[in-house]
């Protein structure tokens, strides 16, 4: 699908009220872009679950992880069912994510 992105942006905010956008390339990014997906804070990485792709949908885990001001793509691993379409949080423990509803394949 012509209309999914795979781009990843950040906004960069500062003191006086401005923000400006910027477009990241990094190391290992996932390789299509996709929609419906999620993307928390859990520890020192952002993780990325799910979607749908132009073929169905990913069954992928990936974190973004920051360090020493680097960042890079790695894939976790791969769920047993492919989801899109749900709510997710953190908890307050850093290492656990909560999801509920959505789409599963």
């Known amino acids: 699908n012509g209309n999914l992105l795979k781009d990843l942006r950040l906004l960069q905010l500062d003191p006086e009220g401005g ?4 477009e990241k390339a990094l190391p290992g990014a996932p390789g299509f872009g996709r929609a419906g997906h999620s993307f928390v ?4 990485s952002m993780v990325l679950v799910g979607g749908y792709y132009a ?13 020493d001001g680097d960042a890079t793509w790695s894939q976790n691993f791969r769920s047993t069912v492919g989801v899109q379409g749900y709510a997710q949080a953190t908890g307050n423990i850093a290492s656990r994510m909560y999801m509920i509803g959505g789409n599963r394949q």
């Open 55 to 67: 073929v169905g949908l990913d069954h992928g885990v990936w974190a973004l992880k920051h360090a």
């Open 41 to 44: 804070p859990v520890g020192a």
């Open 19 to 22: 923000a400006v956008w910027s």
